[in-house]
């Protein structure tokens, strides 16, 4: 089951907000944007952002016709704003896109293969 992409999450006491946009409305967003073309926002060209500054990512759906995708681009969102929440930005200290990645899909793995309930 592909897990459900939630309105909000907080993370270090910070409220992150996730945002489902269009290709068209996204490429818009990125012309237009006030998001600082720099360290804490994460552009991707098709699939999504993640702005520290704003605490939200975006996210295309059905871009490539799949939610699977979409989710697994959600999750490495969700990762890029990990990272940022700890601190690690683009000076140096940012994790790199492959990292992110590895950790996006790390994610999406736990969430989608987790199975029963260890009684505590
Ligand atoms: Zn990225």
């Given at each position: 089951m592909i897990p459900v992409i939630p309105k909000t999450y907080e993370l270090m006491g910070r409220q992150w907000t996730n945002k489902a946009v269009t290709p068209e409305e996204y490429l818009a967003t990125i012309e237009s944007s006030p998001i600082p073309d720099d360290s804490e926002a994460q552009w991707h060209a098709d699939s999504g952002c993640c702005s520290l500054v704003f605490a939200t990512n975006w996210?295309?759906?059905?871009?490539?016709?799949?939610?699977?995708?979409?989710t697994l681009s959600y999750?490495?969102?969700?990762?890029?704003?990990?990272?940022?929440?700890m601190g690690?930005?683009?000076d140096g200290d940012h994790f790199t896109e492959?990292?992110?990645?590895?950790l996006g899909q790390l994610l999406y793995q736990y969430?989608?293969?987790?199975?029963?309930e260890?009684?505590?």
């Open positions: 996210v295309v759906p059905k871009k490539w016709g799949s939610p699977e995708f979409t999750f490495h969102e969700l990762a890029h704003s990990l990272c940022f929440s690690r930005v683009e492959r990292e992110i990645e590895l969430e989608t293969s987790k199975k029963g260890v009684k505590v």
